[in-house]
């Protein structure tokens, strides 16, 4: 009979963790769920609390897991002063090096260690996609948050029978609240959904479907480690994104946003322009040499699938399945079955 290890998220009341933490729940597994509050938690498995930064009680979680995923750290949608630069780079390096440590004291430690990266760390490109062998690294603070983030995981002296891969993650799709998906799905249609800026910068996106079925085979898969970009392998422009967009709404026209325009609008809403001015062309090279089939490869097919699946609870839905042979017909109700 298989046994099924327990997995520890890390940062599981944020967007991406409480998905994890209902799959794995939804495969029967046992989840421990880590977190600076409860607030944003899916509510699957156990919740422990902790500082991010100091061994505590939660270290005790560790022991004998089967995966551990670390996607702490301050949200990037703010402006870059110094005391949110401050906060954004020590959350991920002291959150990283804490589980590290907390690894290496364990007796029985874990299989796999995955740590949370973010494909911005490679250069601005519009000319050619970047990926795990052959890409360079970007300039500026982001980039080098994302350098730092990922030298301090592999630098973790922890055992080795410990599997550590770097997670490059794009664009997350999900129809969730304040992602991606809501903000750009707010101003197309408010009509505002035209190109934003050049609108010649690629978006390197992945929907979540597909981000929760790479983190499973990367765990099955005994020979995975080191780095990988997790991005869907088609990056459209801007542009080609807002008509995606559009044409999920049945919007026929979008107003473009000039550079100062969006400089304008990111200083009102208390963020970086850097989130939509920079060209992320991020190719999943090592994911695609390994044979994986993106279920939602093309932006505008994922587009209409999150639309009906809004929320958790909406993305995790299963239709009810009629039984076999049974008929449909209509009334002036509706649909019966019989």
């Not at 209902?22 to 944003?40: L, T």
């Not at 939602?296 to 809004?310: H, I, N, Y």
Request: with cysteine.
């Amino acid at each position: 009979m298989e046994t099924k290890t327990p997995v520890i998220i890390f940062g599981a009341n944020g967007f991406i963790g409480r998905y994890l933490c209902r799959y794995f729940a939804r495969q029967g597994r046992e989840v421990v769920a880590v977190g600076r509050r409860r607030d944003g938690w899916s509510g699957d498995g156990m919740f422990l609390e902790w500082d991010g930064k100091t061994i505590g009680p939660w270290a005790l979680a560790l022991e004998g897991a089967g995966l551990v995923i670390n996607l702490a750290g301050r949200s990037v949608n703010c402006r870059y002063n110094e005391a949110n630069r401050h906060e954004i780079m020590e959350s991920r390096v002291a959150a990283t090096r804490v589980i590290g440590e907390a690894i290496a004291s364990c007796k029985v430690p874990p299989v796999v260690w995955m740590n949370a990266g973010t494909a911005t760390l490679y250069r601005h490109a519009e000319d050619q996609p970047q990926d795990e062998w052959t890409g360079e690294p970007g300039e500026g603070f982001s980039v080098g948050v994302a350098q730092r983030w990922e030298q301090e995981f592999f630098a973790a002296k922890v055992a080795g029978r410990t599997r550590k891969l770097a997670l490059r993650i794009g664009m997350v799709m999900a129809n969730e609240p304040e992602t991606v998906f809501d903000v750009l799905n707010g101003l197309v249609q408010r009509g505002l959904g035209g190109r934003m800026g050049s609108g010649r910068q690629r978006v390197s996106w992945i929907h979540m479907d597909d981000l929760l079925e790479i983190i499973s085979r990367l765990e099955a898969d005994g020979f995975a480690d080191g780095v990988y970009n997790l991005t869907a392998p088609h990056a459209p422009t801007n542009a080609e994104l807002m008509q995606r967009f559009r044409e999920m709404l049945g919007m026929p026209l979008g107003l473009p946003s000039a550079k100062w325009m969006l400089e304008l609008g990111a200083l009102v809403m208390g963020t970086e322009t850097e989130l939509v001015l920079k060209s992320r062309w991020v190719k999943p090279g090592r994911l695609m040499a390994e044979g994986f089939r993106w279920r939602w490869p093309e932006m505008g097919s994922a587009l209409f699938d999150l639309e009906s699946r809004r929320g958790l609870e909406g993305f995790f839905h299963v239709p009810e399945r009629r039984a076999a042979g049974s008929k449909v017909w209509t009334t002036g109700k509706g649909l019966r079955t019989a």
